[in-house]
Each structure stands twice: as structure tokens, then as C-alpha cells.
């Protein structure tokens, strides 16, 4: 099975912080990741697909990149709306292991 | 746009099977999709993928699950199902289900609300 660890685990963070999360993965899913975002009591939304390409309606301050086995998802300019969870998750192979998940808080 | 929603009962006696109904508007089982997913989230905890099925009725399960699991759709109904057998209280979460939304794609685009499904006696 193919393990997705990220880090760091929580992250403190100002407005308008550059944010930069870490994904990695136990053996190469090519580009097969996504980023999700979650807040309290609230569904994932996602983010980026295919690794890099950005969901629709999806704040251009977020990008994805990345391939192989490590992975970054980084938010431009931190918007008081950004502080949730991320969570990436791998769907190479037909599976679709998640990794444990970001907190960014308020510093 | 898709929309999702999840249904079955919220509380489930431990041994006994979970099942979940998760019903598709704004689009078919076949376009909204054509992978669907259904994930779960302990108290507290982070995201747990359990399987995907494609609209024909292919299946993708979790290993850690798949002795206990049952997944299927119901183009007639426009719904898909999950059912997990032999429960007990670690099977307590928030059950998801979700749709792709995209051809070639396996990220998911549009999810339900979720529903708590609690094992106890």
C-alpha cells in the first residue's frame, strides 16, 4: 500500500504568510495527487488535481506542484479564509490513500 | 452541478452491517461521475479512503477493508451504496460520498455532507 506522509503537522501562520505544505509519498504515483481543503463540520474541497492543475474557482494563490514521490501545495498570500486543514491524497493505481492532514492556524 | 447526498441509519449496533445510500442529483450516475468514492472520517481524525466504483460497476477497495465491504451503484435509481459488515466501534466516522466529476480523473471534485454513523449497543 502507498503511504502519504505530511508535514509539517500544524503550521502558524500571519496574513498574507507565503504557506508551503509538504507531501510525500512511500513509492512514486506519478502525478496522480490532489490537495483537499476542510474546515470544521465541512466536507473536503478540492483544490488541485493532476498535482498541479487548479479546480475551478479555486483562488489563484493556491498552486500545486510536484511529481513522483514529493509534493508541495503552497498558498501565495495567506487570506484569513485559508486557515483549515489540507490534505493531500494519492489516486495512483486505483487506490486513493490520504495523507494525515495540515492544520493551519492563526499566529 | 452535482450534488450528493448521504443517508442510512446513524447508529448501528457492533457485528451488524452499516449501510449507507448516497443519492445523486443535477447529473447521472454515468456523467456526474464516472468514479465515485466513498470515504470516512474518525472523531477527530483525518480522512480514510474505503473505495471507488466506476458507474459500470467496477470496484476499487480499500485492503485494509475489502473483507467487510460492499460497494455498488443503481443507475436506475441514480444512487450508489456501502456496505460494511462485521462492525465495531472503530468503524465510527463520517461517511462521504463522492464523484469525481472529471473523465480520466480519480480526485474529488464534489462531495455530500457527510453522515455520522455511530457503532454501539
Known amino acids: 500500500d502507498i503511504q502519504m506522509t505530511q508535514s509539517p503537522s500544524t503550521l502558524s501562520a500571519s496574513v498574507g504568510d507565503r504557506v508551503t505544505i509538504t507531501c510525500r509519498a512511500s513509492?512514486?504515483?506519478?502525478?496522480?495527487l490532489a490537495w483537499y481543503q476542510q474546515k470544521p463540520g465541512k466536507a473536503p474541497h478540492l483544490l488541485i488535481y493532476?498535482?498541479?492543475s487548479l479546480d475551478s474557482g479555486v483562488p489563484s494563490r493556491f498552486s500545486g506542484s510536484g511529481s513522483g514521490t514529493e509534493f508541495t501545495l503552497t498558498i501565495s498570500s495567506l487570506q484569513p479564509d485559508d486557515f483549515a486543514t489540507y490534505y493531500c491524497?494519492?489516486?495512483?493505481?486505483?487506490?486513493?490513500?490520504f495523507g494525515q492532514g495540515t492544520k493551519v492556524e492563526i499566529k | 452541478q452535482v450534488q450528493l447526498q448521504e443517508s442510512g441509519p446513524g447508529l448501528v449496533k457492533p457485528s451488524q452491517t452499516l449501510s449507507l445510500t448516497c443519492t445523486v442529483s443535477?447529473?447521472?450516475?454515468?456523467?456526474?461521475?464516472?468514479?465515485w468514492s466513498w470515504i470516512r472520517q474518525h472523531p477527530v481524525k483525518g480522512l480514510e479512503w474505503i473505495g471507488y466504483?466506476?458507474?459500470?460497476?467496477?470496484?476499487y477497495y480499500n485492503p485494509s477493508l475489502k473483507s467487510r465491504l460492499t460497494i455498488s451503484v443503481d443507475t436506475s435509481k441514480n444512487q450508489l451504496s456501502l456496505k460494511l459488515s462485521s462492525v465495531t466501534a472503530a468503524d465510527t466516522a463520517v461517511y462521504y460520498c463522492?464523484?469525481?466529476?472529471?473523465?480520466?480523473?480519480?480526485?474529488?471534485?464534489?462531495w455530500g455532507q457527510g453522515t455520522l454513523v455511530t457503532v454501539s449497543s
Open positions: 513509492q512514486s504515483v506519478n502525478s496522480w
Open positions: 493532476k498535482a498541479s
Open positions: 463522492a464523484s469525481a466529476g472529471r473523465l480520466g480523473e480519480l480526485s474529488l471534485r464534489y
Open positions: 491524497q494519492q489516486y495512483n493505481d486505483y487506490s486513493g490513500t
Open positions: 466504483i466506476y458507474y459500470s460497476g467496477r470496484t
Open positions: 443535477g447529473g447521472s450516475i454515468s456523467s456526474g461521475g464516472p468514479y
